[in-house]
């Protein structure tokens, strides 16, 4: 009988971790579409697919898009204060670099102003089952991954995503 119970435990706890595993994929970074091998700065601009994959299972995550283009990223974003988030956190080869997480609103769940009926403005919060969070970023070349993190008030931070790049 206890074994039984700690094999159906192990395969239990098996079956969790699956539906928890996050997503990865590689992008060449000199084979993005605009990308100038000759220019000193580029900006990355990247458009990824959000699915909901149910409760209680992480999101699931695909790039959709990329390009690229000459310029410095000037590092202006609008504040996010809603608690569901898009956390993208770059990862350097050199570990004591450390990058700058950037948050977005969660494409999944959005808060919307909303007018009534008498004229007032409103907050209502939206969901949808799929989402493309579009962003930005500088490209380093030091760089070697991007992960994304998706906040919700329920699960925490979850990691749903790594991007390797390849340079």
Do not use: W
Not at 64 to 71: F, K, L, M, Y
Not at 88 to 108: D, M
């Amino acid at each position: 009988m206890p074994r039984t119970f700690y094999n159906l435990l192990l395969l239990l706890i098996g079956l969790h971790l699956m539906h928890c595993k996050s997503g990865q994929s590689v992008l060449n970074v000199s084979d993005i579409s605009g990308y100038d091998k000759n220019g000193k700065d580029h900006i990355i601009f990247l458009n990824f697919k959000i699915r909901d994959q149910g409760r209680g299972r992480n999101e699931k995550v695909t790039l959709v898009n990329a390009t690229s283009g000459n310029g410095r990223f000037k590092g202006l974003m609008a504040p996010v204060h809603y608690p569901y988030q898009i956390h993208v956190v770059p990862r350097y080869n050199n570990t004591s670099q450390l990058g700058t997480e950037l948050i977005f609103e969660h494409p999944l769940f959005r808060s919307v102003e909303v007018a009534s009926q008498n004229g007032t403005m409103s907050q209502s919060s939206l969901t949808a089952s799929e989402g493309i969070l579009s962003m930005r970023m500088q490209e380093d070349r030091a760089m070697e991954s991007i992960e994304l993190y998706s906040i919700t008030p329920d699960r925490g931070k979850v990691k749903i995503y790594t991007l390797h790049l390849k340079q």
